[in-house]
């Protein structure tokens, strides 16, 4: 059985938005699954899955100021 990296957790959608608009996201990357994989400044690597594709890059753009430094990638 594999286990994720203790860095690495698994959070719901409305988790991971909570964490992003607290400015706390160096960076996102998704894929075409609607896996959202979200780099925070201290380290953890949070996983969710959008609802709907680019969900996640509108809620980026709502955030406004505080995530402007944010790197986004997707597949």
């Keep these: 059985m594999t286990q994720q ?3 690495r957790h ?3 959608w409305k988790n991971a938005i909570t964490i992003l608009n607290r400015a706390q996201v160096m960076s996102v990357f998704q ?10 400044k201290n380290g ?8 709907t594709i680019d969900a996640i890059f ?5 955030c406004g100021d505080p995530c402007q430094s944010i790197e986004t990638w997707t597949e």
Aim: net charge negative; hydrophobic share 30%.
């Design 31 to 40: 894929s075409h699954h609607l896996d959202v994989t979200l780099s925070v």
């Design 58 to 62: 509108h809620e980026i753009q709502k």
């Design 10 to 12: 698994n959070v719901s």
């Design 44 to 51: 953890t690597v949070m996983t969710t899955k959008e609802p």
């Design 5 to 7: 990296p203790s860095n």
